[in-house]
């Protein structure tokens, strides 16, 4: 890191290292970030011995990454249990808090997931900011831009401070715990091998097509964190309101004024409903859906 860089460090339930999530765009009005997508790993820039300790490498030999991930054939994710303390959106001590607690029940809950399903798997590390600094994805923060998930390292970067602001000051607990399952879900589709695919596809498409890629990438992301909500939502004490709450938002971080890399607003909210209701990762297969589906 960046002389000056002030990280707070932290370990998941099943994290080896820290953590860092979301990656925010600015292509959005009124300060709201739109989600981001994952950084691949093709990044020239690389973190000092000091800022990361190891990462994991996950190997796994899948066949068809898209169609037929053995993450499609395991069932629900199961009930998931989450009580994290409350947030205030004014002190980043206590949305580093809440944060941090949501990233222990996303990696318990994907964690256990991917055992059942035979996949290896590691919890991404968590990288907290308040100050500038680097990571193998690049310089963060940029403008616009309040997290990430750098794919280079498996590191979930998320700007404490930045993110409140990026949302306007909000006080609403869920929005932020489904900002943080959907970046988790680049996580889910980089350890079952779909990233790497869609990345490989992407690469040699043509501007058309590679946005469409994207969209189904960002739209999957979408119905992941939905399954993840939708598990522990119980646990979380989220209703109906707190569910409209994160459509709304989901609608904000859409594609507007010319962007087609995240889907409409329709389909963000379709793919997100999605996984809130059906809990299963299976529902979520955005590769093999209609177009009309991925717009």
């Not at 990454?65 to 980043?92: F, H, I, K, S, W």
């Not at 390292?153 to 399952?181: H, K, M, P, R, W």
């Not at 646990?235 to 569910?243: F, M, V």
Request: charged fraction near 20%; proline fraction near 5%; hydrophobic fraction near 35%.
């Amino acid at each position: 890191m960046g002389l000056g860089v002030s990280l707070s460090l932290g370990t998941g339930l099943a994290a080896v290292g820290f953590t860092g999530f979301l990656a925010f765009s600015a292509l959005l009005p009124t300060a709201q970030p739109a989600w981001g997508e994952p950084i691949g790993p093709d990044a020239t820039q690389v973190l000092s011995a000091e800022s990361v300790s190891s990462t994991e490498t996950t190997t796994a030999t899948i066949e068809d990454p898209l169609g037929q991930n053995p993450l499609y054939a395991n069932g629900e994710l199961g009930e998931v249990t989450c009580r994290p303390p409350q947030m205030d959106a004014d002190d980043p001590k206590s949305v580093e808090t809440f944060v941090h607690s949501i990233a222990d029940c996303l990696d318990a809950a994907w964690g256990a997931y991917f055992e059942e399903a035979g996949i290896p798997f590691s919890s991404p590390n968590r990288v907290y900011w308040y100050a500038a600094g680097n990571s193998p994805c690049g310089p963060f923060p940029k403008e616009g831009t309040a997290a990430f998930y750098c794919q280079a390292n498996q590191g979930l970067y998320l700007g404490v401070e930045d993110i409140v602001a990026a949302s306007a000051g909000s006080d609403e607990a869920e929005a932020y715990t489904f900002l943080l399952s959907h970046e988790y879900g680049h996580h889910v589709q980089g350890q079952s091998m779909i990233l790497a695919e869609f990345r490989s596809l992407r690469a040699n498409a043509d501007e058309e097509t590679a946005d469409e890629l994207t969209r189904r990438n960002e739209l999957q992301a979408n119905c992941l964190g939905g399954v993840f909500v939708g598990s522990a939502e119980e646990s979380l004490g989220y209703g109906k309101s707190e569910r409209a709450n994160i459509l709304n938002s989901v609608g904000l971080r859409s594609d507007h004024a010319g962007t087609s890399t995240h889907g409409s607003v329709e389909n963000g909210r379709l793919w997100t409903a999605h996984g809130l209701d059906r809990l299963d990762p299976a529902a979520c297969n955005t590769w093999e859906a209609r177009e009309e589906l991925v717009r």
